[in-house]
């Protein structure tokens, strides 16, 4: 077999899932609905849903944190915005893919529209679409251009609809096949700090609902799309996937995710970690950092900056954690960004590239921390907190879940993550 062979037979069997990723995957479903229910009062929101209830409306797929209902694809539209715009969503670190947020757009949309879904298949599902995006992350060995947490996500959430369509297993290749046909979303979005980068996420989960809509009426796709000549590798990202196919089903991936704390790009969270709880007293805080750290948030404070800019900014994050002892998505609002203290503590981080060789790693990281009395701190950070190897604890996992249902356009309780995912209540 070849690795797509492998990859396909792998989407389409049957699993029995150890104890330690049934956990995992529940609370990082937990995780990644409570902050798709907090998106849904975020900038952009109220547009996004206006432009898909354009779409099509009815009794259809809920849209989370709010009372609307649409059909599949317009809801997997609305919901994966939510989950990514306030950049809260879980994400595999060493993949560069936040492989959760797609596949949990997707699958709601995809049990939801079905109604008969089990619990034990809709984890399944969740737990193969997820180990799916996050391989094709890791096999990566290219820089990143197209936005992967798009383009792994909508692959591996497809597969996982598919499972949920209980497609043949011959016909998820033509699934495999559409979704790379409408695989989209460069770094663009990321560089300039645009609301596109969520709406990438967006238009990746609607994909996958239409990919295997399509299959289920009977088209079919290009049976070559992971290797083929302009397959996913040779197009979106270089690398060799076999290896780690092979490993699917037998080295599970979802536990590997880490869970954010805060709400801003992944690559800031160590500088955070290490503020947080520091007193105000700092002169200069150096940051030495993976080359992929410097690029996805070193970027400079501009006036004006939208909260898409602003989340990606390491020196106005350093700033909030260093005035508030944590960030809020509250605080991303012209007032604040305006703030002439928060710029001058922004002014004291220097970020500085280390030799780390390879192009996708978020870490290690090293901290030199300069008070005023002319002492220095120098902290290692070779775990980023709420990664598994340095987890979030459950108490602040707990408020952070807290903060998230507050934040909703209309607040209320979360139910159990897959009661919401299935509808149904076993």
């Known amino acids: 077999m070849n690795a797509t062979a492998d990859l396909l037979a792998f989407a389409s069997a049957g699993h029995h899932l150890p104890d330690a990723v049934r956990g995992a995957a529940l609370i990082l479903l937990t995780d990644t609905l409570a902050v798709g229910v907090a998106g849904s009062s975020a900038p952009g929101s109220d547009g996004v849903l206006a432009a898909a209830r354009g779409w099509g409306t009815g009794d259809g797929v809920p849209v989370l944190g709010r009372a609307d209902r649409l059909p599949a694809a317009g809801a997997a539209f609305v919901n994966a915005f939510q989950i990514h715009c306030l950049e809260w969503d879980a994400v595999h670190e060493a993949a560069v893919v936040h492989a959760m947020s797609v596949v949990t757009a997707a699958l709601l949309s995809a049990c939801r529209a079905r109604g008969d879904v089990r619990h034990d298949e809709a984890l399944q599902a969740l737990v193969v679409g997820v180990d799916i995006a996050c391989i094709l992350g890791l096999a990566a060995t290219s820089p990143l251009a197209f936005f992967r947490p798009a383009t792994a996500g909508a692959i591996g959430a497809a597969l996982a609809c598919a499972r949920i369509a209980r497609l043949p297993a011959d016909r998820y290749a033509d699934v495999l096949g559409l979704a790379h046909a409408q695989c989209a979303g460069t770094m663009q979005a990321h560089v300039e700090g645009s609301i596109a980068l969520p709406l990438q996420i967006a238009a990746a989960a609607r994909a996958a609902i239409t990919a295997v809509d399509l299959v289920s009426n009977g088209l079919s796709g290009p049976h070559d799309a992971l290797t083929g000549p302009f397959g996913y590798f040779p197009l979106f990202d270089a690398g060799d996937p076999a290896a780690l196919v092979a490993s699917?089903?037998?080295?599970?991936?979802?536990?590997?995710?880490?869970?954010?704390?805060?709400?801003?790009?992944?690559?800031?969270?160590?500088?955070?970690?290490?503020?947080?709880?520091?007193?105000?007293?700092?002169?200069?805080?150096?940051?030495?950092?993976?080359?992929?750290?410097?690029?996805?948030?070193?970027?400079?404070?501009?006036?004006?900056?939208?909260?898409?800019?602003?989340?990606?900014?390491?020196?106005?994050?350093?700033?909030?954690?260093?005035?508030?002892?944590?960030?809020?998505?509250?605080?991303?609002?012209?007032?604040?960004?305006?703030?002439?203290?928060?710029?001058?503590?922004?002014?004291?981080?220097?970020?500085?590239?280390?030799?780390?060789?390879?192009?996708?790693?978020?870490?290690?990281?090293?901290?030199?921390?300069?008070?005023?009395?002319?002492?220095?701190?120098?902290?290692?950070?070779?775990?980023?907190?709420?990664?598994?190897?340095?987890?979030?604890?459950?108490?602040?996992?707990?408020?952070?879940?807290?903060?998230?249902?507050?934040?909703?356009?209309?607040?209320?309780?979360?139910?159990?993550?897959?009661?919401?995912?299935?509808?149904?209540?076993?």
Request: glycine residues 6%; proline residues 13%; hydrophobic residues 45%.
């Open 248 to 426: 699917l089903g037998k080295v599970w991936r979802t536990p590997e995710i880490s869970i954010k704390p805060w709400p801003s790009g992944r690559a800031s969270h160590a500088t955070l970690g290490v503020l947080a709880g520091l007193p105000g007293d700092i002169s200069r805080i150096e940051a030495f950092v993976p080359p992929l750290v410097a690029r996805l948030v070193g970027r400079p404070w501009i006036d004006g900056m939208p909260a898409s800019y602003a989340r990606l900014c390491l020196p106005l994050l350093a700033a909030l954690m260093l005035d508030d002892g944590h960030i809020d998505p509250r605080r991303f609002t012209p007032e604040s960004l305006a703030d002439p203290r928060l710029r001058a503590f922004g002014d004291r981080v220097r970020i500085i590239t280390d030799a780390n060789p390879d192009p996708n790693a978020l870490a290690p990281q090293r901290f030199a921390i300069h008070f005023d009395n002319g002492t220095t701190r120098k902290i290692a950070v070779p775990a980023t907190i709420g990664s598994p190897a340095n987890p979030i604890m459950p108490a602040a996992h707990a408020r952070k879940l807290a903060l998230a249902a507050s934040l909703a356009h209309m607040p209320k309780p979360i139910p159990e993550p897959l009661a919401m995912l299935t509808g149904n209540a076993a």
